[in-house]
């Protein structure tokens, strides 16, 4: 079955930096487009990243354009986001999703607090 599994979150200064992983299993990695997405309790989930299967296009939130970068690694099956210049507005639960059929992590906490 489709397992997506996130690590990588944390307490972090404002200014910091953390790196998110999400370890892919049960699919074709390789063929689908993935995306970050993260979610403030009681408010929408909002659409952090994305990148394409072949890892050749991606996009972001005006909100973390030039402080977050989307990668893959299509042989070890996982998708990295590297969030850097960390602001307490970037505190949220971070997923991991492929929408192609709806599925999401359980999702890794990131807090950015002094």
């Known amino acids: 079955q489709v397992q997506l599994v996130e690590s990588g979150g944390g307490l972090v200064q404002p200014g910091g930096s953390l790196r998110l992983s999400c370890a892919a299993s049960?699919?074709?990695?390789?063929?689908?487009?993935m995306t970050w997405y993260r979610q403030v309790p009681g408010k929408e989930y909002e659409l952090v990243a994305t990148?394409?299967?072949?890892?050749?296009?991606?996009d972001y939130a005006h909100s973390v354009k030039g402080r977050c970068t989307i990668t893959r690694d299509n042989a070890k099956n996982m998708v990295y986001l590297q969030m850097n210049s960390l602001k307490p507005e970037d505190t949220a639960v971070y997923y991991c999703?492929?929408?192609?059929?709806?599925?999401w992590g359980q999702g890794t906490q990131v807090t950015v607090s002094s």
């Open positions: 999703h492929r929408a192609n059929g709806n599925y």
């Open positions: 049960g699919f074709t990695f390789s063929i689908y487009p």
């Open positions: 990148i394409t299967a072949n890892g050749a296009i991606t």
